[in-house]
């Protein structure tokens, strides 16, 4: 406990008081805010253009949602505050870790896992986001362990699996990757424990019930299976089987930022990366020579459908399952050394790892509130928007959400095809009458040629060193 505590207080004295512009938490923090104040869930003036149907869907599931209700009823839209109540969950998530492996391995092993996920440079620097990943690993981990204990029990346990099928259901409206345990489960009990069939199928008909009750109780409109059928439509299957191939390589490669933290070639992380990630595959492959159990199972879709999803999101996507990462590669290496080495060997690891993670750490010190959303420039906009913009206009630009998050006016975000005909096919559909364009790295100004190109059509109203704002006369 005291590992779990001093990581997670540790990881809070990273939380920055300003905050990026990814628009994601935007879209979650809008439906918590509709949740709190009885409007209706998908009213977030975010608008779904077809045009960019890759982008993100009309709504998010209401799991995480309704996680951040109390923080939204509380602090508002401090995202400071708001950062400070997930750390909650990045406590549990730790804690769960701890659940699930402390009769798996030993103590060291244990207190060393612990410690590397909870100072890993990535894991604490996802803490300054308020995404739904780690909150996700934590209902992921409560699942598995709520179904180690179910497996093992002698008794029949129908109320357990019932929970199972509820947990599962709102772990998967948390975040969407846990779907993967209902098929494993499925292939473990039919392949090894058919005693337990009963069992599967009153927690298949919970989940169901959850899963279908939830989305109809908040309306959620969801595209994602059109999402998925759009990024594969009119590919031959050579070309399907390079861009799987290509996703399984980058996220491999993913594993190298555990550590440190989207900073490759420092020589210890390049280390440590390549001999957990040989022994992760090792201790994989032994346990499924041996007889796989669900956990394999889980690991192989897990993979399966992180490769197959559209877009790639790098590490992110595979929190929930660094504790089976560690635990596979910890324990092939224990299984096959003797004490001494091992202890040796995990030795050299943690410390190679720890260099990697201060490397990680050393430049993300940073408590300023004056970048992304919370910058001076940024505010300067948001105020500008809120005085001149109508309310019920809608503005095109490449972070919507955000936008419609700080503005209370409707966002809609830029088509995927740059060109003049596809910009005024959007522009006139939707009837939008602002277009805003930035300046900040890693986010063009989709259009800005065009725009620029035709003053008559588009009139600029506002500008500051990171922002532009147009008047579109062509509706």
């Given at each position: 406990?005291?590992i779990?505590?001093?990581?997670?207080?540790?990881?809070?004295?990273?939380?920055?008081?300003?905050?990026d512009?990814g628009?994601d938490?935007?879209?979650?923090?809008?439906?918590?805010?509709?949740?709190?104040?009885g409007?209706?869930?998908?009213d977030?003036?975010?608008?779904?253009?077809?045009d960019?149907?890759?982008?993100?869907?009309q709504?998010y599931a209401p799991?995480?949602?309704?996680?951040?209700?109390?923080?939204?009823?509380?602090?508002?839209?401090?995202?400071?505050?708001?950062?400070?109540?997930?750390?909650?969950?990045?406590?549990l998530?730790?804690?769960?870790?701890?659940?699930?492996l402390k009769d798996?391995?030993?103590?060291?092993?244990?207190?060393?896992?612990?410690?590397?996920?909870?100072?890993?440079?990535?894991?604490?620097?996802?803490?300054?986001n308020?995404?739904s990943d780690?909150?996700?690993?934590?209902?992921?981990?409560?699942?598995?362990?709520?179904?180690?204990?179910a497996?093992?029990?002698?008794?029949?346990?129908?109320?357990?699996?019932?929970?199972?099928?509820?947990?599962?259901?709102?772990?998967?409206?948390?975040?969407?990757?846990t779907?993967?345990?209902?098929?494993?489960?499925i292939i473990?009990?039919?392949?090894?424990?058919?005693?337990?069939w009963k069992?599967?199928?009153?927690?298949?008909?919970?989940?169901?019930?959850?899963?279908?009750?939830?989305?109809?109780?908040?309306?959620?409109?969801?595209?994602?299976?059109?999402?998925?059928?759009?990024?594969y439509?009119?590919?031959?299957?050579?070309?399907?089987?390079?861009?799987?191939w290509?996703?399984?390589?980058?996220?491999?490669?993913a594993?190298?930022?555990?550590?440190?933290?989207n900073?490759h070639?420092?020589?210890?992380n390049?280390?440590?990366?390549?001999?957990?990630?040989?022994?992760f595959?090792?201790?994989l492959v032994k346990?499924?020579?041996?007889?796989?159990t669900?956990?394999?199972?889980?690991?192989?879709g897990y993979?399966a459908?992180?490769?197959?999803?559209?877009?790639?999101?790098?590490?992110?996507?595979f929190?929930?399952?660094l504790?089976?990462y560690?635990?596979?590669?910890?324990?092939?290496?224990?299984?096959?050394?003797?004490?001494k080495?091992?202890?040796?060997?995990l030795s050299?690891?943690f410390?190679l790892?720890?260099?990697?993670?201060?490397?990680?750490?050393?430049?993300?010190?940073?408590?300023?509130?004056?970048?992304?959303?919370t910058?001076?420039?940024a505010?300067s906009l948001?105020?500008?928007i809120?005085?001149?913009?109508?309310?019920?206009?809608?503005i095109?630009?490449?972070?919507?959400?955000?936008?419609?998050y700080?503005?209370?006016?409707?966002?809609?975000?830029?088509?995927?095809?740059?060109?003049?005909?596809s910009?005024?096919?959007?522009l006139?559909?939707?009837?939008?009458?602002?277009?805003?364009l930035?300046?900040?790295?890693?986010?063009?100004?989709?259009?800005?040629s065009?725009?620029?190109?035709?003053?008559?059509?588009?009139?600029?109203?506002?500008?500051?060193?990171?922002?532009?704002?147009?008047s579109?006369?062509g509706?």
């Amino acid at each position: 406990m005291v590992i779990i505590f001093s990581c997670t207080v540790f990881a809070g004295t990273f939380i920055h008081k300003g905050h990026d512009w990814g628009d994601d938490f935007a879209m979650y923090l809008m439906h918590a805010e509709n949740i709190a104040s009885g409007k209706d869930y998908g009213d977030t003036g975010f608008i779904f253009n077809e045009d960019a149907p890759m982008y993100a869907p009309q709504d998010y599931a209401p799991g995480f949602p309704l996680l951040l209700v109390p923080a939204v009823s509380l602090f508002g839209q401090d995202l400071y505050y708001i950062r400070i109540y997930l750390l909650l969950f990045y406590g549990l998530f730790l804690f769960l870790i701890y659940l699930l492996l402390k009769d798996k391995v030993a103590d060291i092993t244990l207190y060393a896992i612990l410690i590397l996920l909870g100072c890993s440079a990535f894991i604490v620097l996802q803490a300054n986001n308020i995404l739904s990943d780690i909150p996700g690993a934590v209902f992921f981990l409560f699942t598995l362990w709520l179904i180690e204990r179910a497996l093992s029990s002698k008794k029949p346990a129908y109320l357990q699996w019932i929970i199972i099928g509820l947990t599962a259901a709102f772990a998967c409206s948390v975040r969407s990757t846990t779907i993967v345990i209902i098929p494993a489960l499925i292939i473990f009990v039919i392949s090894a424990q058919r005693t337990k069939w009963k069992q599967l199928v009153w927690m298949l008909v919970s989940f169901l019930t959850c899963s279908i009750s939830l989305n109809a109780l908040f309306d959620v409109r969801s595209n994602y299976t059109n999402m998925l059928q759009l990024h594969y439509d009119h590919k031959s299957f050579a070309e399907i089987a390079q861009q799987l191939w290509i996703m399984l390589l980058d996220y491999t490669d993913a594993y190298e930022d555990l550590f440190i933290g989207n900073m490759h070639g420092i020589a210890t992380n390049t280390i440590v990366f390549n001999c957990l990630f040989l022994l992760f595959v090792a201790g994989l492959v032994k346990r499924l020579i041996s007889g796989p159990t669900y956990l394999e199972w889980i690991v192989i879709g897990y993979w399966a459908l992180v490769v197959i999803w559209p877009g790639y999101q790098g590490l992110r996507y595979f929190i929930s399952l660094l504790p089976v990462y560690l635990l596979y590669a910890f324990g092939f290496l224990e299984q096959f050394t003797g004490k001494k080495i091992y202890t040796i060997a995990l030795s050299v690891i943690f410390l190679l790892a720890a260099i990697s993670i201060a490397s990680g750490l050393v430049n993300a010190k940073d408590t300023s509130a004056d970048y992304g959303i919370t910058s001076a420039s940024a505010i300067s906009l948001f105020t500008y928007i809120q005085s001149e913009v109508p309310e019920d206009a809608i503005i095109m630009s490449a972070k919507p959400r955000a936008v419609s998050y700080k503005t209370e006016r409707r966002g809609i975000v830029f088509p995927d095809s740059a060109d003049e005909k596809s910009l005024k096919k959007s522009l006139d559909n939707y009837q939008i009458q602002y277009i805003l364009l930035n300046a900040y790295p890693g986010y063009p100004a989709y259009g800005e040629s065009l725009i620029k190109q035709d003053t008559l059509s588009y009139r600029e109203i506002f500008k500051n060193e990171h922002w532009q704002l147009f008047s579109y006369a062509g509706n």
